[in-house]
Each structure stands twice: as structure tokens, then as C-alpha cells.
């Protein structure tokens, strides 16, 4: 099959921060009618090149031609109006106004001036259903789903006449049947003859949808690739410039030791959030939950630390009947919780790392005792080569840190409190393999170490990988509570979780 | 318990927008049906059109105040804008100017005031209360540098406009500051409704962020509103000056706070992007009422309206939470 002419083509592209190249000599084409993944690590130029392409950014060297013609951006708006659209992780509509609304706000059709609502809605309609979408689009748009609130967002960039369509991680909060159903809606724009760019960290979502793939790494191009001819191995092998050897060497864990029981929950549970669950975290042991998102996962977390109050049942810790009011209480006996929500609940993005990393030590020692500057250094500097925050300047802001590095500043400072229990509420999220792979293992090594770990991820395998037990949950239940031992994979943790029984 | 089955189904066939609205709605017609058993002469039509007449200034103060908040933002400064009209009004009045140049000038400066505010507010990323804060204090300063005193206002056309009596028929009757209200709702209503801007007030309040990255003219938006509710003041100032003959400095103070009052028990969200101008309407109906309820009442001291504006206003803000949090 001859390949058609790409319909978007950049080569030589180069871009210059302060101090850094992020884009260096990068060439990158889109053929219409593909789906084309953009692969990675953090901080290794996909999001520049996209800001590059949509006009966020000026180039620096390079040029971009669309069907052939040249072209530069001076904004998203007007890459848009030439036919680019994106679509971003976080969903960029107004979710009080209505589904229709939001596909036509700024071009609703008019008359004198007037805007014409059932012209309006009936559009609405035929675009969706062009999706195989069929919603009330005179309801608001928070009442329906993240995943269909996606979709509507795509339904407005295709609607704008759009030749390209960049979905930078659309996937990262859906669960697995809402990727299914944008999958769906993907490939149905493909066969429009739409050019799809596709940003997404899970791997098996870019080989189930994607044609062809550009690897990039440090800001430089890797290579083009057919993806039916690429394995998952060479792939990653190719982002990290390293072989797998480090995301093997967890495998074959320690069986935990018989240690004392840390934490024993006994029927704790809360109305509306958790159903009564009774659970017991040893010391050094990693506790995995699966189950879907919304099943109660981190409600359980949260329970755990306090940040909600428990209805029913009793929490041990030590043996010890205790109540976690706040948690405050649930610091000081030494529980600590990575959020699922980095940017929101944990970090805050225009403090240092260093202010970041000390916060919560300090906040424990009371604000009338100041950390002594030295002290502080001493301890960042330990935990920035400790965890490897790149880059290792303990004054830079947080908000210039990559998502995996962010991550990492988030866990040296609940690392800094030597917690006996760390609750990791998605760690991995929305990072690379590279630094997916070195918190894993740092996991592997905390508990080693003696620390009580409770591990929740979307991601199986993780879970699998990292957890001397598995707690499966489902409809806001613990359903079943299953050793890892040789006969659990995967297949039967997918199995429990649809079932909702051990199989 | 038929209470609570009762509210279900009227969530499963009304639309979760409208519930706001027509609750106040209910607590109108409740209020108004309460004061027609209580007391005598009370359940006639001319006692709502008093409430219409003795608020129609107040009326067209909130509908500005509805599109700023509609916007998410807040605007503290339109009773002292209300009070600056009023002086200009009588001053120039006084000093011989005609009426019509007279109501001119005070909507121009009204309007400029908030396009001033609007602009700082967008422009340099300050929150609109203390700008709006800085423009109450402003304009009730420059009521004093033109009169510490009352300055009665004897022109012809002012006080024609003042004493006209519209007749409805059948005894009943409306100030043509009612009808001047009314077309100025059924043009807000209309351009929040059906024109871009309009939705842009919603979108704007909604997200901005989003709005923004959706290509919507954000700050030609913000900076509208304020402009908006600037000219609704000058033209309440000017209603309010029809109805009191008179300018004062001290006239209209806190009705920025009736203004926000009325939206809030209206059904508007504070945080902006849900609320209708139907639902001002009511609010202002229900605060008139809550008056007239008080007077026919006698025995009560005027403090009480207070009291029960304060009592509903908590009762609003407590359904407004309710009903966010279900949506969640």
C-alpha cells in the first residue's frame, strides 16, 4: 500500500529554554487517516512539540507545513481555525452549560444576532451521533460522565472542520469500558480520514489503537515506527535508552515475613463511601488494592488517615484501639498519605522542592520550631539522590518539575517523617517507565526496610509486581483479600474484580 | 414521608437547573397566600404591584448584579453608584440642565464607572471585591463633595415622571419606573438567553480557564459585565430618584447588599454560571413582600425585615450547597 501524502509534515524542528533544548533537530509527520502515538518520557519533548505544533510556542529552528503549505501559529486559536484541534487531559469545557452549548459556545449559529437554540441542538445531535454518541444535549454537561465529557470535547474540536486532532492523555482518568468507548469514537474520526495524535503513558492503549508511532527521547527524535512491527520491549527499550533490566529485577519478591500486625481495620466503614471492611497491614509488608476507579479505593485510603471520618467499626494500630479524627492524629502515629491528586491536594506548584519536602516535617514539628536551614539542605539534598529528582536543584519550583519528578518530591516528603505506614494513592500515574520503574522499586526497597506499605494502582500488573497481598474491591466493597502467591495473575484479579467473588 | 416522595418526583420531571427558581417561586406564593389569610386587604393585585413600585430601583440594580455574579465575581459599589446618581441628578437639576441631558450623563458615567472596574479587575487580576469595594467608597465620597445635604429635585419632568400613575385597569395601577424595570429584565433575559455575550457570561462563570482555551472573549466578557451592572445602577439611581424626589448621599446605603441578597434568594449561584433573571425577579418579590408583610403586620419594628432576609439567606445558601453536592 503506497502511503498517502502526509498531511502535516514538521522537520528540523528545534526549540530553546533557558538553560535547556527541549526540542532539538526533531522531525514528525501525521498521514491522515492514522493514528499516530508520540512516545516518550517525561521531559523528553512530546509536550513541547505539541505546544510547538498548536502555536503555545514559537519555534526556534524548523519548519511546519500543513497540506503542504508553510505554516506558524501565533496561538491554539488559530491553529485551530486552521484545522489543529487538542484535546486535553483535563476536560477544558464548561460543565455548567449543556452539551450542545458546549460544542458550539463562540460559533453558535445566529440569526441577527440571535442565537438559534434548536438549529443549535439539532447540529449538536448529528455531530454526536457522527460519534456514535447518543446524549440529551440540552442536558448539563456534568451530568454525564468524564469519559463522555471527553467525547463531547471532541465532538467540538472535529466540529471546527478539523484535518488533525491532538489528544494529549485522554486516557489517564478513564477506566478501561470509557477507553473502550473512545476508542471506539477514534477510530470511527479515523475513518473520516482525520489525522489522530495520540499522547498517552499506558502502552497497551497505544498498541490497541495506534498505526505508527514517533519515539522521542531527550528532546531528540528516536525514530518513526510501524507499531504492528514494534514490541513492547523495544519500545520501551527505545524511550529509556536502557534495556528492561530494571523493571525485572523486582520480580520474584521476598515473601513478606511474619511480622506484627501495624494497622488492623475491623469492619471500619463509612455510609455512602465504604462498605464495613476489615484489613490488617503487618509491618513491612506491601497491601495492593485493585479494583476500578470509584470502587472505593481510596476511600479506603482516606479512612485510613484520617481525612474522613470512619461510621462504623475499630481501627488498631500497634494493638492499640485509636481513632483517627484528623489527619493530624493519623501523622503522628506516623501514617502518611501520597495523594492520588498531586497537583491538587499535595503539592504546591510555587514553593521550592526544597519548601515542598520540608513542609509536612515541619508542619509536625509545629510552626514555633522552625527546621534550621542547614538541617533542611542536609535532608532535601539526601532525598533528591536518594529518590533521583532530576533536575537536583532543591530551589527549583515545583511547577517546572516533570509529573514523575513532581511525584517524587511528594513522596520524599512523607518519606522525610520515616511514616511506618505510607499510603500511595496512585503513584505512577500519568509518569513514565523510567520513573514508574524507580518508584516501584523504591516501594520494593521502603518495605524491605520494614515500612507497611498500601499500594493502590489502576494498573494490575503494579500491583501484582509490588504486593505481598491484594485487597480486590468493587462496588465500594472489599470483596476479597488474596495472597500473592503463584497461582494470582492478573486474568484472575480481572476476574474477581468483574465477578466479585474469589474464583 | 409523601413529602419526600413528592420532592423525588419532582426532581425526576424538572429539570435539576430549574429547582432554585421554583422554590422561590413557591416561597412567593406561599408568603403572599399567608399574608392574604392573615390579614385583611392584603390579597389584592395592587399590593404585589406596590412591592413592584417600592422596589422597582432595587430591581434594576439586581438585574446588573445578576450578570456579575453570574461571572462568578461580586460588585459592592453599585448602592453607592445608586446614591452618586441621585446627587448628580438633583445638583445639575438644581443648577438648571435639562432632564433628559441630565439622565443621559448620569447612565454614561454610570457605565464608565463599571467599564473602569471591569477593567482593573481583569487587567491587573484583582479580585473584584476589593476593586469594587475601592469604587463604593469612591462614589459615596464624591456624593459628599458634591452636598453633605439633601438636595430636592422640583423639575417639571422628573417630577411628571414621578407622580404619572399607569392604570392597569380595574383599579390598579404601576409608576412608569415599573415598566422601565420590566423592559430592562426583558432585555437582560434576553441577551443572557439568546446572545453570545450572554452565554459568555455563563461560560466565563462556569470556567474561565476552560472558557479561555474554548477561544471565548474572556476579557471582553468580564469587563461587559461590569459595565452592565455600572449603567443598571445609574439607572436604578435614576428610579430612585423619581421615586424620592431628592438626592442624598446617604440614600441607598448597603442596597448592594439587598442587590446580592435578592440574586442569592433568586437561585444564582455565587461562584457563578448557574441562575436565571426570572429568579432575581422573585428574589427582589420576596424581600418587597417580607416588607409589606412587616408594615401590614404594624406591631413589628423594621428590623424584623432584617431579621428575615438574614433567616432566608442562610435557609438559600444552605439549599444552593445541597443541591451542588447532589450534583457531585
Known amino acids: 500500500m503506497a502511503a498517502p501524502a502526509p498531511i502535516l509534515r514538521m522537520s528540523g524542528i528545534g526549540k530553546q529554554f533557558p538553560g535547556v533544548k527541549a526540542l532539538d533537530g526533531v522531525d514528525f509527520r501525521l498521514l491522515p487517516g492514522e493514528v499516530h502515538a508520540l512516545m516518550g518520557e517525561n521531559g523528553a519533548g512530546k509536550s513541547t512539540l505539541i505546544k510547538v505544533l498548536t502555536g503555545v510556542y514559537d519555534i526556534d529552528a524548523g519548519e511546519i507545513e500543513l497540506e503542504g503549505r508553510r505554516v506558524a501559529f501565533s496561538s491554539p486559536l488559530a491553529a485551530q481555525q486552521a484545522g489543529i484541534s487538542t484535546v486535553y487531559q483535563e476536560v477544558n469545557l464548561c460543565a455548567n452549560l449543556s452539551v450542545a452549548e458546549n460544542i458550539f459556545i463562540g460559533r453558535e449559529p445566529r440569526r441577527l444576532g440571535r442565537i438559534q437554540w434548536k438549529k443549535m441542538r439539532r447540529r449538536a445531535e448529528e455531530i454526536l451521533s457522527r460519534l456514535d454518541l447518543d446524549l440529551d444535549v440540552s442536558a448539563p454537561l456534568s451530568s454525564y460522565s468524564l469519559a463522555i465529557q471527553q467525547m463531547v470535547a471532541i465532538a467540538r474540536a472535529v466540529d471546527i472542520d478539523a484535518k488533525v486532532l491532538i489528544l494529549d492523555e485522554p486516557t489517564s482518568s478513564l477506566d478501561a469500558g470509557e477507553v473502550a468507548q473512545l476508542f471506539r469514537v477514534m477510530r470511527r474520526l479515523k475513518e473520516q480520514g482525520i489525522a489522530i495524535l495520540f499522547v498517552s503513558h499506558f502502552l497497551d492503549q497505544i498498541y490497541e489503537i495506534s498505526d505508527r508511532m514517533t519515539i522521542l527521547r531527550n528532546g531528540t527524535l528516536v525514530g518513526e515506527y510501524l507499531t504492528s512491527e514494534l514490541s513492547q520491549v523495544e519500545l520501551v527499550g527505545k524511550m529509556i535508552g536502557r534495556e528492561l533490566a530494571d523493571l525485572e529485577k523486582l520480580e520474584g519478591r521476598p515473601p513478606a515475613r511474619e511480622a506484627a500486625p501495624l494497622v488492623e481495620a475491623e469492619l471500619l466503614g463509612r455510609t455512602g463511601a465504604i462498605e464495613p471492611f476489615t484489613l490488617t497491614i503487618h509491618e513491612g509488608e506491601v497491601v495492593g488494592l485493585a479494583g476500578l476507579l470509584g470502587s472505593g479505593r481510596t476511600e479506603i485510603a482516606r479512612l485510613l488517615f484520617g481525612a474522613d471520618h470512619a461510621g462504623t467499626g475499630a481501627l488498631k494500630i500497634d494493638g492499640q484501639a485509636v481513632s483517627l479524627r484528623t489527619p493530624r492524629s493519623a501523622v503522628a502515629r506516623k501514617i502518611a498519605f501520597c495523594s492520588e491528586n498531586r497537583r491538587a491536594e499535595g503539592l504546591i506548584p510555587d514553593l521550592t522542592v526544597r519548601e515542598n519536602i520540608i513542609l509536612a516535617l515541619q508542619a509536625a514539628r509545629g510552626w514555633t520550631r522552625p527546621i534550621p536551614r542547614r538541617k533542611q539542605d542536609e535532608l532535601v539534598d539526601k532525598y533528591i539522590s536518594a529518590l533521583n529528582i532530576r533536575p537536583a536543584n532543591p530551589e527549583q519550583l515545583v511547577r517546572n518539575l516533570s509529573g514523575g519528578n513532581q511525584q517524587k518530591v511528594l513522596l520524599a516528603r512523607w518519606l522525610i517523617l520515616e511514616p511506618r505506614l505510607l499510603i500511595l494513592d496512585e503513584p505512577t500515574r500519568g509518569i513514565d517507565v523510567g520513573a514508574k520503574a524507580e518508584i516501584q522499586r523504591l516501594v520494593a526497597e521502603l518495605s524491605d526496610g520494614g515500612m507497611a506499605v498500601l499500594f493502590i494502582s489502576a494498573e494490575l500488573e503494579e500491583v501484582l509486581r509490588l504486593s505481598h497481598k491484594v485487597g480486590v474491591l468493587r462496588d465500594r466493597r472489599l470483596v476479597a483479600e488474596l495472597d500473592n502467591d503463584e497461582s494470582l495473575t492478573t486474568d484472575r484479579l480481572t476476574e474477581t474484580i468483574a465477578s466479585g467473588a474469589i474464583s | ?328
Open chain 2, 1 to 328: 414521608m409523601t413529602s419526600v416522595t413528592g420532592l423525588l418526583d419532582l426532581r425526576r420531571t424538572v429539570p435539576q437547573k430549574y429547582i432554585p427558581v421554583m422554590v422561590t417561586a413557591g416561597l412567593f406564593i406561599a408568603m403572599f397566600v399567608a399574608g392574604g389569610i392573615r390579614y385583611e386587604g392584603f390579597a389584592t393585585g395592587q399590593i404585589i404591584l406596590n412591592v413592584f413600585i417600592d422596589n422597582a430601583f432595587l430591581l434594576v440594580v439586581a438585574v446588573g448584579m445578576t450578570f456579575v455574579i453570574l461571572t462568578g465575581g461580586i460588585d459592592l459599589s453599585v448602592g453607592s453608584v445608586v446614591g452618586l446618581s441621585t446627587m448628580i441628578s438633583a445638583s445639575l437639576l438644581k443648577d438648571g440642565w435639562p432632564a433628559f441631558g441630565v439622565m443621559a450623563l448620569v447612565l454614561v458615567i454610570g457605565a464608565v464607572l463599571g467599564l473602569g472596574m471591569g477593567a482593573i479587575i481583569h487587567y491587573f487580576e484583582i479580585q473584584p471585591f476589593i476593586v469594587t469595594l475601592a469604587g463604593m467608597f469612591l462614589a459615596r465620597g464624591l456624593c459628599y463633595t458634591i452636598s453633605t445635604d439633601s438636595i430636592p429635585i422640583e423639575n417639571s419632568t422628573f417630577t411628571a415622571i414621578a407622580q404619572t400613575r399607569v392604570d392597569l385597569g380595574g383599579d390598579m395601577w404601576v409608576s412608569p419606573s415599573v415598566l422601565i424595570a420590566l423592559v430592562v429584565v426583558l432585555a437582560a433575559a434576553y441577551v443572557l438567553h439568546y446572545t453570545r455575550l450572554g452565554r459568555n457570561v455563563y461560560a466565563t462563570g462556569g470556567s474561565e480557564q476552560s472558557a479561555l482555551l474554548m477561544g471565548l472573549p474572556v476579557a471582553r466578557t468580564k469587563i461587559a459585565v461590569y459595565t452592565v451592572s455600572g449603567f443598571c445602577s445609574a439607572l436604578g439611581g435614576l428610579l430612585f430618584a423619581f421615586y424620592s424626589l431628592s438626592g442624598y448621599g446617604l440614600s441607598a446605603v448597603g442596597m448592594e447588599l439587598d442587590a446580592i441578597a435578592a440574586v442569592v434568594i433568586g437561585g444564582t449561584l455565587l461562584t457563578g454560571g448557574s441562575g436565571y433573571l426570572l429568579g432575581t425577579v422573585l428574589g427582589v418579590l420576596v424581600l418587597g413582600l417580607i416588607q409589606t408583610i412587616i408594615s401590614f403586620e404594624g406591631t413589628l419594628s423594621s428590623w424584623w425585615t432584617k431579621i428575615f432576609i438574614g433567616l432566608l439567606l442562610f435557609a438559600f445558601i444552605l439549599l444552593q450547597r445541597l443541591i451542588t453536592a447532589r450534583r457531585r
